[in-house]
């Protein structure tokens, strides 16, 4: 059970999904009846054997047993389940002072540091946040793609025209490059190559169940967790000292930190920064490596949608086509693939909140004290939301379909105002892996295809290691058909006028709006966006239906008058 309860605190980080607004209405604020049980509890342990022997088959047969909402029992906690969009919904708009994220995050406090973020007090723990906002903005991503694109080729440099690799293995090496050299800057990327790498490899050892209830016991892999810290903290040290002899200043995230002030005009201190770097990182290396080896695989699977992704990617960028931040918006089968295995393969089991007020939802009350979870896993199999759910099925996004346009029922990314905040740089990272990948090879798999499933046993979801794929050097590389895809979303079209409405409780900032529209929107320094034209001119629609697609967070809606 631990292990798998930590999975879930774990994961919450990776998502994280604050928002200020609950979904308590009036027919709900006075107390309901408790949410159905699950039978079978054993003394002591709860249902903690059947959980941990697959937590995904297990929250399946609560959800099919007893609806959208029931309660279970892992020792003597109490868990209540909640899936399905409208369940998702109460559970991420909920207030913090009312479900609390922060109970679940102790396991991290050895490893981000006592005082930051998630250990923070809260006034602390949102400036914090919202310091690394500016190297998620539309700005800085703009030459992410250049960067991921040089790691992949330098990976790939080696392979000759065919062979073997343990495909999560390479998926992971390369997300660490990808990531430190994004967001982390050139001394971790190069100076610190190797010595980073193996702190790295300590501190992620570290996030071991046990720390859920004893995070300071005296056992050697926490005690290398605690040398790494320590290690960590003495390099960034040294490396803020360097870069203040520096005339010219980087702009990674590692430079943002440095330069941040709290409200009050104090500085982070080396230990915050530490803290807040090592969670950067937390953050997207995992995740991103098992969502990229499950897209390959799948794609591997399944001839027919490696022949569509392959026939997008040579028309739009032929053999030698430069892939650019603008680029890789313009390839929708590719990103079509990555969602779906988003659906399927979520990589967290599922996110707890500790309840804090008694929270209630559709005539159920659950009591302060007990652990509210969601689970993408589950909610992404619900066939009234997704029909035929186990089917790998892209088409579901198409414009004809959208099968996730409902809200909150595609939570890959988690959800609500502070759903991953790096969930576009997440995107733009997987599809200019395949931009370079899939150009350059073809992959097949050495295993029976039924012999590559998720591995449950593990903090975050990955495929089963070793993942072993054969790659061969394409030869067939069409030339470029065309120069870009134009965007053709059917009921925009121009027509007697538009209006822009913005969901600030979604809205976090990225300013992508206003990158693509200028005209109509200003961000400020401190995210806040503003609307610049009450009536804009029909020539500026193209400009608005850009800003609402590209939208990170999809708080921008456009409707015609």
């Known amino acids: 059970m631990l292990k798998q309860l930590a999975a879930g605190c774990l994961n919450a980080h990776y998502y994280p999904d604050r928002v200020m607004n609950t979904m308590t209405t009036e027919k709900t604020v006075s107390a309901g009846k408790e949410p159905p049980k699950m039978p079978g509890s054993l003394p002591f342990l709860g249902h903690m054997?059947?959980?941990?022997?697959?937590?995904?088959?297990?929250?399946?047969?609560?959800?099919?047993?007893?609806?959208?909402?029931?309660?279970?029992?892992?020792?003597?906690?109490?868990?209540?389940?909640?899936?399905?969009p409208e369940a998702n919904e109460a559970f991420f708009r909920a207030p913090d002072a009312q479900l609390d994220q922060s109970q679940a995050y102790k396991i991290m406090t050895p490893i981000f540091g006592k005082g930051v973020v998630f250990d923070a007090p809260p006034h602390k723990k949102d400036q914090q946040l919202k310091m690394l906002m500016p190297v998620l903005r539309d700005k800085p991503?703009?030459?992410?793609?250049?960067?991921?694109?040089?790691?992949?080729?330098?990976?790939?440099?080696?392979?000759?025209?065919?062979?073997?690799?343990?495909?999560?293995?390479?998926?992971?090496?390369?997300?660490?490059?990808?990531?430190?050299?994004?967001?982390?800057?050139?001394?971790?990327?190069?100076?610190?190559?190797?010595?980073?790498?193996?702190?790295?490899?300590?501190?992620?050892?570290?996030?071991?169940?046990?720390?859920?209830?004893?995070?300071?016991?005296?056992?050697?892999?926490?005690r290398r967790r605690d040398k790494a810290r320590a290690r960590l903290q003495e390099l960034v040290t040294g490396i803020i000292a360097k870069r203040a002899q520096k005339p010219e200043k980087s702009e990674d995230a590692f430079q943002l930190l440095i330069e941040s002030k709290y409200d009050d005009g104090s500085s982070l201190s080396a230990h915050e920064i530490t803290g807040m770097l090592i969670g950067t990182i937390f953050a997207g290396h995992h995740t991103t490596a098992g969502t990229a080896a499950w897209?390959?695989?799948?794609?591997?699977?399944?001839?027919?949608?490696?022949?569509?992704v392959l026939n997008e990617l040579d028309a739009h960028f032929g053999a030698d086509g430069e892939v650019t931040f603008q680029s890789l918006r313009e390839i929708p089968v590719l990103e079509n693939v990555i969602k779906e295995v988003l659906r399927l393969h979520p990589p967290l089991i599922f996110l707890i909140r500790k309840v804090m007020q008694d929270?209630?939802?559709?005539?159920?009350?659950?009591?302060?004290?007990?652990?509210?979870?969601?689970?993408?896993?589950?909610s992404h199999r619900i066939a009234d939301v997704f029909p035929d759910p186990e089917k790998f099925d892209p088409d579901r996004y198409s414009e004809t379909r959208q099968e996730d346009a409902k809200p909150f029922s595609w939570i890959a990314f988690g959800g609500g105002k502070h759903k991953c905040t790096g969930n576009a740089f997440a995107m733009l990272q997987l599809k200019a892996i395949f931009s370079i990948l899939l150009r350059r090879y073809t992959f097949e798999l050495i295993e029976d295809?039924?012999?590559?499933?998720?591995?449950?046993?593990q903090m975050v979801v990955q495929p089963v290691s070793p993942c072993r794929v054969r790659y061969i050097k394409r030869k067939d590389i069409k030339e470029a058909a065309v120069e870009s895809m134009r965007d053709n979303i059917p009921g925009m079209q121009a027509g007697p006028g538009f209006q822009?409405?913005?969901?600030?409780?979604?809205?976090?900032?990225?300013?992508?709006?206003?990158?693509?529209?200028?005209?109509?929107?200003?961000?400020?320094?401190?995210?806040?966006?503003?609307?610049?034209?009450?009536?804009?001119?029909?020539?500026?629609?193209?400009?608005?239906?850009?800003?609402?697609?590209?939208?990170?967070?999809?708080?921008?809606?456009?409707?015609?008058?």
């Open 49 to 84: 054997l059947e959980f941990g022997k697959n937590p995904f088959s297990y929250m399946m047969a609560l959800r099919n047993k007893l609806g959208e909402i029931g309660e279970f029992r892992m020792f003597h906690q109490k868990m209540v389940l909640m899936t399905g």
């Open 141 to 222: 991503m703009r030459g992410y793609a250049r960067v991921i694109v040089q790691e992949v080729e330098q990976m790939t440099a080696r392979w000759g025209d065919s062979g073997e690799i343990d495909l999560l293995k390479f998926m992971k090496e390369l997300t660490i490059y990808t990531s430190s050299h994004c967001l982390l800057g050139d001394e971790f990327r190069y100076e610190l190559n190797e010595e980073f790498a193996k702190i790295y490899h300590d501190l992620e050892k570290g996030v071991n169940p046990l720390a859920f209830v004893f995070p300071y016991l005296p056992l050697p892999v926490f």
């Open 295 to 308: 897209t390959l695989l799948e794609l591997s699977r399944r001839p027919e949608q490696l022949e569509r």
């Open 359 to 378: 929270f209630h939802f559709k005539g159920y009350t659950v009591k302060a004290g007990k652990y509210v979870c969601a689970s993408p896993r589950v």
């Open 449 to 457: 295809k039924d012999n590559y499933q998720d591995d449950f046993t």
């Open 500 to 561: 822009i409405k913005i969901d600030r409780e979604l809205c976090q900032g990225h300013a992508t709006c206003m990158a693509e529209a200028p005209e109509l929107f200003q961000v400020d320094d401190a995210g806040n966006v503003t609307v610049l034209q009450e009536s804009p001119s029909l020539d500026l629609l193209e400009k608005a239906r850009k800003a609402a697609k590209y939208c990170p967070t999809k708080a921008i809606k456009i409707e015609l008058n």
